[in-house]
Structures are given as structure tokens and as C-alpha cells.
């Protein structure tokens, strides 16, 4: 029933990868919300993970780090009635979180240098403006 999860062009999380726990969620229900096990818990242990190549999964293991637990990124969705409706929501948080933390890190910035009238300018108004 479970299906893989894509987080790229190139990268896809085999179903087998992926855990999910279910559990009462608190909030609205009606009749079934006693009963009804809508809560998910979605885990994924990047550590051991054969689907991310190596300095993918080193990338995300370093951005990631406050979020993980023994290597294990855990999503939990409740903010819908309906099972199912949880299950896509941690589903798209899962790969939404993992597809920024495996992004290349941005180009580095290039120091420029304030042009000497623009400098001048800066100054000439501080200037006036003190009494």
C-alpha cells in the first residue's frame, strides 16, 4: 500500500525505507475520534538510508542534526480528520524538509566595495543632519 517517496528527479526514498506509526490525534473528531488512529508518525533513519549517495546523506545529516534522533528524522501529521490526509501531509513535509536539506549550499558572496561618491554622499548627510 505504501508507495515510494520522491524527493528529486534522481532521488527516490524506496517505501521500505519509510515507517509509520499511527496514534489518536487530539482536536476535533466527532462520533470516531475515541476510536480513530488519525495521528501519523512518519520516520525515515537517514543514517542508514542506501537511498541518499554518500555526501548527500552527510549534507543532510549535518543540516539536520537538531531534528535527528539515533540518525532517525521522525514527521508527524495531525492537522487533518482523516487518516489518509495525514499520511500525504507528513508524506510532503518528509520530502519538502529532506529536498532543502540535501540543496547545495549557496554561492559564496562576493565582497563589493561602496563607490567613493556613494561613500561621500553617506557622509555629507550625516553631517547635516547633526545639529
Same mark, same amino acid.
Given at each position: 500500500?505504501? *508507495?515510494?517517496? =520522491?524527493?528529486?528527479?534522481?532521488?527516490?526514498?524506496?517505501?521500505?525505507?519509510?515507517?509509520?506509526?499511527?496514534?489518536? /490525534? %487530539?482536536?476535533?473528531?466527532?462520533?470516531?475520534? $475515541? @476510536?480513530?488512529?488519525?495521528?501519523? *508518525?512518519? &520516520?525515515?533513519?537517514?543514517?542508514? &538510508?542506501?537511498?541518499?549517495?554518500?555526501?548527500?546523506?552527510?549534507?543532510?545529516?549535518?543540516?539536520?542534526?537538531?531534528?535527528?534522533?539515533?540518525?532517525?528524522?521522525?514527521?508527524?501529521? /495531525?492537522?487533518?480528520?482523516?487518516?489518509?490526509? $495525514?499520511?500525504?501531509?507528513?508524506?510532503?513535509?518528509?520530502?519538502?524538509?529532506?529536498?532543502?536539506?540535501?540543496? #547545495?549550499? #549557496?554561492?559564496?558572496?562576493? #565582497? @563589493? =566595495?561602496? &563607490? =567613493?561618491?556613494?561613500?561621500?554622499?553617506?557622509?555629507? %548627510? =550625516? $553631517? @547635516?543632519?547633526?545639529?
Amino acid at each position: 500500500m505504501a *508507495e515510494d517517496l =520522491k524527493i528529486s528527479d534522481r532521488i527516490v526514498i524506496p517505501a521500505a525505507e519509510l515507517r509509520e506509526r499511527f496514534s489518536r /490525534s %487530539s482536536g476535533p473528531g466527532g462520533q470516531g475520534v $475515541n @476510536t480513530a488512529d488519525s495521528r501519523v *508518525e512518519l &520516520s525515515y533513519d537517514v543514517e542508514r &538510508s542506501h537511498a541518499l549517495p554518500d555526501p548527500l546523506r552527510a549534507r543532510a545529516l549535518e543540516r539536520l542534526a537538531g531534528r535527528l534522533t539515533d540518525g532517525v528524522l521522525t514527521i508527524a501529521a /495531525s492537522e487533518h480528520r482523516a487518516q489518509l490526509a $495525514n499520511r500525504e501531509a507528513a508524506r510532503a513535509r518528509l520530502a519538502a524538509l529532506l529536498r532543502d536539506a540535501i540543496a #547545495p549550499p #549557496p554561492p559564496p558572496r562576493r #565582497p @563589493t =566595495k561602496i &563607490s =567613493k561618491g556613494a561613500h561621500q554622499r553617506r557622509l555629507d %548627510s =550625516k $553631517n @547635516t543632519a547633526a545639529p
